[in-house]
């Protein structure tokens, strides 16, 4: 089946430096990807639209120069916290869309932690 | 009113018990149904995709549309511990790709010995 990896799964940065989240389907082309933010025990946040050569779409209330979306080729889109603080501390997952199918297939998600 | 409804939970089921899961929207516009199951701390892995009304079976699930109640479910026969998890439904209106899904809260199953 579709595999999406997501890389790191786990770091810790300290206040005021910046983060790279990469996501990559693995077997199949993804023109779009989904970048979402979800908190304990609650539901995903879609955080951003990220499709493959063009400009990303942000959901209402999510910084665009803040979260730093680059979707540079249809198997790689990039989640870039930048100036990270405590409150960007969560748990960020992307997910691709395989085209043909209209199936969305979820990466194993990155715990960010901002000492 | 949120457009996609889900009890959160949590439920508790003794092993081999039939789980009746389950998500009502608004929207009637929404076609395509999907149901992922989460772990703890881990992203979430599609069960079952199904498209319009009807039921689609793959080994213990069973996903059911009724687009007519705007009700959708997933039924996991003879549970077993590792079907603890957060179960989300997840719906979208069109197809052909790089649509938006909307999701439910999640639902939180423990299934227990």
């Known amino acids: 089946g579709a595999v999406v990896s997501q890389h790191p799964s786990r770091v810790i940065c300290k206040s005021g430096t910046s983060v790279k989240i990469e996501c990559r389907s693995l077997?199949?082309?993804?023109?779009?990807m989904f970048w979402y933010r979800q908190f304990p025990k609650q539901s995903l946040m879609l955080m951003a639209t990220?499709?493959?050569?063009?400009?990303?779409?942000?959901e209402q209330g999510v910084e665009k120069d803040k979260f730093l979306i680059n979707h540079a080729s249809l198997t790689l889109s990039t989640l870039t916290v930048t100036s990270a603080h405590p409150e960007d501390s969560s748990f960020y997952i992307c997910?691709?869309?395989?085209?043909?199918?209209?199936?969305?297939?979820f990466g194993e998600g990155s715990w960010l932690t901002v000492v | 009113q949120k457009e996609v409804e889900q009890d959160p939970g949590p439920l508790s089921v003794p092993e081999g018990a039939i789980v009746s899961l389950n998500c009502t929207y608004s929207?009637?516009?929404?076609?395509?149904f999907m149901w992922y199951r989460q772990y703890s701390r881990k992203g979430p892995e599609l069960l079952m995709y199904?498209?319009?009304?009807g039921n689609k079976e793959d080994g213990r699930f069973t996903a059911q549309v009724d687009k007519s109640s705007k009700y959708i479910s997933l039924f996991i026969r003879d549970s077993q511990p590792s079907d603890s998890a957060t179960y989300l439904c997840?719906?979208?209106?069109?197809?052909?790709?790089?649509?938006?899904?909307?999701f439910g809260t999640g639902t939180q199953l423990k299934v227990e010995l």
């Open positions: 997910s691709a869309d395989r085209y043909s199918g209209n199936t969305i297939y």
């Open positions: 077997d199949f082309q993804a023109t779009t």
């Open positions: 990220s499709n493959e050569g063009s400009k990303a779409t942000y």
């Open positions: 929207n009637s516009a929404f076609q395509y």
């Open positions: 199904t498209y319009s009304s």
């Open positions: 997840a719906m979208t209106s069109r197809g052909g790709g790089g649509n938006k899904l909307t």
